[in-house]
């Protein structure tokens, strides 16, 4: 299904723009795992997705991975990978390698196996600080597996002449190397100094931050991908709109937001959840919804939410401050609740910092964009320089 999209949505490109495409890139949701036979090119098991979890790998994975690390939680790819290797890896006879879904998609077009980007192979325990994969992880017997890495945005190879022929593209038409969708929804959005960030309001609160330094702990799932010679360093709490949708209609959340005046301070102090279990900035996995008192006003309820989630966000980018990374300057706004002008002036009071909405919220904007990077030769510089290609 993954292949026949890939080329169905090629397919749909008018064919006036397919003959002048000269870069091709893509995202694909981190830690979707994919073991691939070197010679044929397809699956030897089918995917292991994104948010599956493989925790009878986990303590093998503990006893070798430093504290902390990114890879010591259930859903990384590397216990994707070792619960794989223990279960029939290492019985099996055919040379394969690891792949994500972005580096397989990719080489459909480009017609080369086992290359990868630093951004989806961080959950595996690549280092992008050092560029290389550590000691602890090379020395396992699975390594061998493990891709080679390459810059987000790097050249791999030219679409294969088959594929250019049959889509009407150019024989010259770059692929180069992709990212996740996080990092791609986020170069959507143009952020470009240190202390700025994008709040995903989605399903649930994502925050990420452009800082100078690194900041990874495990414990309330933050990590830091790397952009040029910045990091991206992100986290995500269970509140967000999943728990709004559960309280309001999409009609209450317009006719209600528009009675709110957004200047004064709600006085009801709530911690709204779709269910039990919190991770940032709270790791607390028994932490109860609270959503009373309830106000006879729906006005003053739905301003209480929306100013609870607030606070939620404001302490996640405190916590990462408290962390060591850059300080909050300033937060651009995706995803759906990125539409309330009422609810950003509230979290703008709340953070103390502009909040503004992003122009271009489509992860396959940023993908774009990374391959328009790469094109142009502006990989390997700083973010800032990523930004000033128009």
Request: hydrophobic fraction near 40%; glycine fraction near 8%.
């Amino acid at each position: 299904m993954w292949k026949d999209t890939l080329f169905t949505l090629i397919d749909a490109v008018p064919a006036q723009v397919r003959s002048r495409v000269v870069a091709i890139s893509l995202d694909g949701t981190s830690s979707t795992t994919m073991v691939i036979d070197r010679k044929t090119g397809q699956p030897v098991t089918r995917p292991v997705l994104y948010n599956e979890s493989r925790p009878q790998a986990l303590a093998t994975v503990e006893a070798i991975a430093p504290a902390k690390h990114t890879v010591l939680t259930g859903t990384s790819t590397l216990c994707k990978l070792v619960a794989w290797w223990m279960s029939e890896g290492s019985k099996l006879q055919t040379e394969v390698v690891m792949m994500h879904q972005a580096d397989w998609l990719l080489s459909l077009l480009h017609g080369k196996l086992g290359i990868t980007d630093y951004n989806n192979a961080l959950k595996v325990g690549y280092d992008p600080e050092l560029e290389e994969y550590p000691a602890w992880l090379t020395s396992q017997p699975y390594a061998s597996l493990l891709p080679l890495v390459k810059e987000p945005g790097s050249a791999i190879g030219l679409v294969g002449q088959d594929i250019a022929s049959t889509y009407g593209l150019r024989e010259d038409c770059q692929v180069y190397t992709g990212t996740t969708d996080s990092i791609a929804a986020f170069l959507a959005a143009r952020v470009t100094e240190p202390g700025e960030a994008v709040t995903s309001l989605g399903s649930t609160l994502a925050v990420k931050l452009l800082s100078t330094s690194r900041v990874d702990d495990s414990r309330y799932g933050i990590y830091s991908h790397r952009l040029g010679d910045k990091w991206l360093v992100g986290g995500a709490s269970n509140t967000g709109g999943a728990v709004l949708r559960q309280l309001f209609s999409n009609e209450q959340l317009q006719e209600l937001s528009a009675q709110i005046d957004p200047s004064k301070p709600s006085p009801l102090d709530y911690y709204p959840l779709p269910k039990v279990g919190e991770r940032f900035p709270e790791a607390d996995p028994n932490k109860e919804p609270r959503l009373s008192p309830r106000p006879d006003s729906d006005v003053e309820f739905l301003h209480g939410v929306l100013e609870s989630i607030a606070r939620i966000e404001g302490r996640a980018y405190a916590a990462l401050d408290e962390l060591g990374a850059t300080p909050l300057k300033a937060v651009k706004t995706a995803g759906g609740g990125a539409q309330n002008v009422v609810w950003q002036r509230i979290r703008e009071r709340v953070l103390g910092v502009p909040v503004s909405a992003s122009t271009q919220t489509e992860a396959a904007y940023g993908a774009a964009l990374l391959a328009f990077y790469g094109c142009k030769g502006l990989i390997r510089t700083s973010q800032k320089s990523y930004s000033t290609a128009s």
